[in-house]
């Protein structure tokens, strides 16, 4: 298996734009997550999807952050507008069941401007 | 407020010399304990993971960690570290279908 793939590595972009973080979990794990780096507040939960269908969005941190997984194999993470406090790094990772081991991506980075 | 502590941000040491990396955990039941590693630019990637039985659980890379209940820890060792083994090191503990993980433990190795 490849493992988490996550595109793009990098993106840069300017504020007020919109970003697309897109992610594909490991085939037959039913449990996705998309989580934030930061230097300042460390890895953080933004949401996490079973079978699908979102769980818990607890973590997002605003109305202009939104996740979709139309299918098991896809999910996207969407900033609309960006702005530069957005800039981190975002892991997308998965599991089957949830409390096993969580595989995660290579991460984006993601600069705002 | 339950959280995971990882008390240590910054660890050096040198290449061969034993390792010892902290972590606390502050919930009151037996929770899913897990070491997890990122190297720079990279993912985490999972170390070991403690949820039953043996306190002394055997990882990947040469690692072990050890879980206390009576000090609510569970830290991660090694005998002999490697300077490849040199990235930064999250504690975390599964709590309500997430994972919560610690600030993590830049670990440097000096030749």
């Known amino acids: 298996d490849a493992g988490v793939i996550q595109s793009p590595r990098h993106e840069v972009t300017e504020m007020g734009q919109e970003v697309t973080l897109r992610c594909k979990p490991i085939s037959g794990h039913d449990y996705l997550f998309w989580y934030r780096q930061t230097m300042m507040r460390g890895l953080e939960l933004l949401i996490y999807?079973?079978?699908?269908?979102?769980?818990?969005d607890s973590g997002m941190p605003e109305d202009r952050f939104s996740a979709k997984m139309p299918n098991a194999s896809f999910s996207t993470l969407k900033i609309q507008p960006s702005e530069p406090r957005d800039s981190a790094v975002y892991f997308c990772a998965s599991s089957f069941p949830t409390y096993n081991e969580q595989f995660f991506g290579p991460g984006t980075r993601l600069t705002v401007l | 407020a339950q959280s995971v502590t990882q008390p240590d941000i910054h660890i050096t040491v040198s290449e061969g010399a034993s390792l010892e990396l902290r972590c606390n955990y502050s919930y009151g039941a037996t929770p899913y304990l897990f070491w997890y590693v990122q190297s720079p630019g990279q993912g985490l990637q999972l170390l070991l993971k403690y949820f039953s039985g043996d306190t002394l659980v055997q990882g990947i890379k040469g690692f072990e960690a050890e879980f206390k209940r009576s000090q609510s820890s569970f830290n991660l060792r090694k005998p002999s570290v490697h300077w490849s083994d040199a990235a930064e090191y999250f504690c975390a503990v599964y709590r309500g279908n997430k994972l919560v993980f610690g600030a993590g433990t830049i670990l440097r190795v000096k030749s």
């Open positions: 999807f079973n079978n699908n269908v979102p769980i818990d």
